[in-house]
């Protein structure tokens, strides 16, 4: 930095002008709050535009019947099958899939994410082959499972495991990478060793975070244990669509995928709920 | 005079420490060869312009990084790492924003084995009310302003009973009044306390108001190029500011620093 020498400023032409900028609506500005009717507004066109573009197609004949079903018969089909009691025993199939195969990736991912976001060495160790793996389809393993495990449960739960350890294991190590280096320095100089580090400051730092991961993995886990039903399978939701696909029953599939729809809907909500009572303090 | 070389009498001494990093070209010479001896319950103040060293000097004696030569010293004993004999108080406050004020200043006291629910109970309470944070104990540090997290981030170290207090720009990023008042704070809690102090800071009204000793730190290589005296008395208030006197020492520091911040910049 030199000391400032005193010059004359040169005489430009004048700088050109913009014309401001009209003023806009909340709905048109950038992270601006909406009114609550305004909101009200957008979530109901948000559920109720896609059903009545369906009611539409179907009501107008746009779409042969066979094919599409309208959203009446659909339902009429789903309360008709799980009047029998056979929709809950497929849902149950499938959620407990998802239950076993996420859970055990749940398990297995979040040490080893906490780990790699914390010490270098594993973070290199690991980092290499995950960042690769997890870009390997997990349906494209289902012949390969069929071969090893046969057609049990083993391939099912297997398939769900790969598609969310990978993932789940990075983004838990995203988010314990974001622990802010302080909050361990100072940890350090209250007179906290490394394990006490990792178990009152990183965990609890992160965990907001990682339920955030798992939510967006156990939307991953779902559409996993579908596609493991419908190759190779005697039970679950996806099965079932097999079989209504068998003998064209549209409405019927169309009703399992109401219910595979809702149930991913109460999984999203209870996982939210959870982390917003974990992360109180964000 | 002090003999500020006999060590029995010093809480912490600095001998010939001097750190150098590995930068992109070449090697920074953060700090070069700093001798410094602080006796025990004095308050000193650091000052110097950025670059010039300063917080990691902090980080040296609070033992998070280690000299490239040298040695430093608390009571006689080598740092050899970080512990809660030397409290540190990040500018950022560095408070845990998962924990409540009380429960932040209880981390220290959890970590220790053989203290009693009560007698942990008992040495938060006081320094909730020693920093006026007894009515935010149920808080979240998200429901505090910056002067109430710097105050947690306080108590939380003090509540320890460090030998040294190490205070990093502790209150640069507060507004001009918060500011004051935490340097009241602050000035109270060493005499209440009786805590040897460290505090690096930028500004150097700052420095001549706590301490009762002004390091001057040069830049490019970091390193001691004054220390001045502060004759004020402990019994400061605000007051004292506008003290000729102050003014005067304030100046005098200020074209130190000056100086030496331009030279600096000149050979950079």
Not at chain 1, 154 to 172: C, D, E, R, V, Y
Not at chain 2, 60 to 72: D, F, H, M, Q, W
Request: charged share 20%.
């Amino acid at each position: 930095m030199s000391q400032t020498a005193t010059t004359t400023r040169p005489r430009w032409s004048a700088l050109p002008r913009r014309r401001p900028p009209r003023p806009r609506p909340a709905v048109a500005t950038l992270r601006v709050d909406i009114s609550p009717l305004a909101r009200a507004i957008f979530i109901t066109l948000s559920v109720a535009g896609p059903l009545l573009g369906w009611w539409l197609l179907t009501a107008t004949g746009a779409v042969d019947a066979r094919f599409l079903p309208s959203p009446v018969e659909a339902v009429n089909s789903a309360v008709e099958m799980a009047a029998s009691g056979q929709l809950l025993d497929d849902a149950w199939a499938s959620v407990r899939r998802v239950l076993y195969g996420f859970g055990l990736a749940v398990v297995a991912s979040v040490p080893l994410g906490l780990l790699m976001g914390s010490f270098r060495s594993i973070w290199s160790l690991f980092e290499p082959a995950f960042g690769l793996l997890r870009y390997l389809p997990a349906p494209a393993f289902v012949p390969l499972l069929i071969g090893w495990l046969g057609l049990d449960e083993a391939p099912k739960l297997t398939l769900i495991f790969i598609a969310t350890f990978f993932f789940n294991t990075l983004m838990t190590a995203d988010v314990v990478r974001t622990v802010p280096v302080s909050l361990i320095d100072v940890s350090y100089t209250l007179g906290a060793r490394t394990g006490e580090v990792l178990r009152k400051v990183v965990v609890p730092h992160s965990l907001p975070g990682i339920i955030d991961a798992i939510r967006v993995n156990a939307a991953a886990a779902w559409g996993a244990v579908v596609v493991a039903e419908l190759v190779a399978s005697e039970s679950g939701l996806g099965y079932r669509i097999t079989r209504l696909a068998r003998f064209s029953q549209y409405e019927g599939i169309f009703a399992v995928l109401i219910v595979i729809a809702l149930i991913g809907l109460a999984i999203d909500i209870a996982l939210r709920i959870l982390r917003d009572r974990v992360g109180r303090w964000v | 005079m002090i003999d500020r070389v006999s060590s029995n009498r010093n809480r912490l001494v600095l001998r010939a420490v001097t750190k150098h990093y590995d930068g992109r070209s070449g090697s920074v010479r953060a700090l070069e060869s700093i001798d410094l001896a602080v006796p025990r319950g004095e308050f000193v103040s650091v000052v110097g312009a950025s670059g010039s060293g300063k917080s990691t000097l902090l980080s040296l004696i609070a033992g998070l990084s280690r000299p490239t030569s040298g040695e430093v010293l608390l009571d006689d004993y080598v740092v050899t790492g970080p512990g809660p004999d030397r409290g540190l108080v990040f500018q950022d406050g560095a408070v845990y924003p998962f924990r409540t004020v009380e429960r932040n200043v209880a981390f220290g006291l959890e970590l220790l084995p053989r203290l009693s629910a009560e007698d942990r109970r008992a040495r938060i309470d006081w320094y909730l009310a020693e920093t006026g944070l007894t009515a935010l104990r149920r808080a979240l540090p998200k429901q505090l302003s910056g002067g109430q997290r710097q105050r947690v981030a306080i108590a939380r170290a003090l509540v320890c009973q460090p030998e040294v207090l190490l205070l990093d720009e502790p209150f640069g990023a507060l507004d001009v009044q918060t500011k004051e008042d935490m340097q009241v704070l602050i000035r109270r809690i060493w005499t209440d306390t009786g805590t040897t102090v460290l505090v690096v800071t930028h500004d150097v009204e700052e420095a001549v108001f706590l301490g009762q000793r002004v390091v001057v730190l040069g830049s490019n290589p970091g390193r001691i190029v004054s220390v001045v005296d502060v004759p004020l008395g402990d019994d400061r208030d605000l007051t004292v500011k506008r003290a000729p006197e102050f003014l005067a020492l304030r100046a005098s520091i200020e074209d130190i620093v000056r100086v030496h911040h331009r030279a600096a910049a000149a050979g950079a």
